[in-house]
């Protein structure tokens, strides 16, 4: 076995026995921690801006009302532009807003919508979801997010699902 090879096992084995060793004891007194203190501070990092949100039985039916309305609002090629932008002003994210200001709803293909959306989410995420239309232009996706429990989902992109 060469020199380096050899270091090298022994480093390994010194680090592992390091891992290994008994604590040392400390005279200084400092907090316990137990399951209750461990509950307390799971509590308390919840109140730092974790947000509780949970994907309820009533949720499916009231993202698929609000999508289907944003959606009616969306293919709208008779409205003026500022008509357009301000209906669907309040349901949208800071960043969608910034790119929804120069749609020109004349521009948007979709003309009918044939169902309700089918929804589509991450199983574990309660907070974004995308909705899916059939339409007279082909599939078209509706991107919604919301950012707690009790705030409105806002439209984040909407585009055909090809894209």
């Known amino acids: 076995m060469s020199i380096i090879k050899f270091g090298l096992v022994l480093a390994v084995v010194a680090v592992a026995a390091s891992g290994c060793a008994a604590p040392t004891s400390s005279n200084t007194s400092g907090p316990a921690v137990t399951a209750s203190s461990a509950t307390e501070i799971h509590d308390h990092d919840e109140d730092h801006g974790v947000p509780a949100v949970t994907w309820g039985p009533s949720t499916d039916a009231e993202v698929k009302a609000l999508a289907a309305d944003l959606m009616l ?4 090629p008779d409205v003026t532009e500022r008509a357009w932008f301000d209906t669907l002003q309040p349901h949208m994210s800071a960043d969608y807003q910034e790119s929804a200001q120069y749609i020109d709803p004349g521009r948007i293909p979709v003309r009918e919508i044939h169902s ?6 991450e199983q574990e995420n309660p907070m974004s979801v995308m909705a899916e239309f059939p339409t007279n232009d082909g599939p078209w996706v509706m991107s919604l997010h919301r950012s707690g429990q009790d705030e409105p989902w806002l439209i984040t992109n909407i585009a055909p699902k090809d894209s």
């Open 73 to 76: 609002k969306f293919a709208r």
């Open 116 to 121: 309700p959306p089918a929804l589509v989410r």
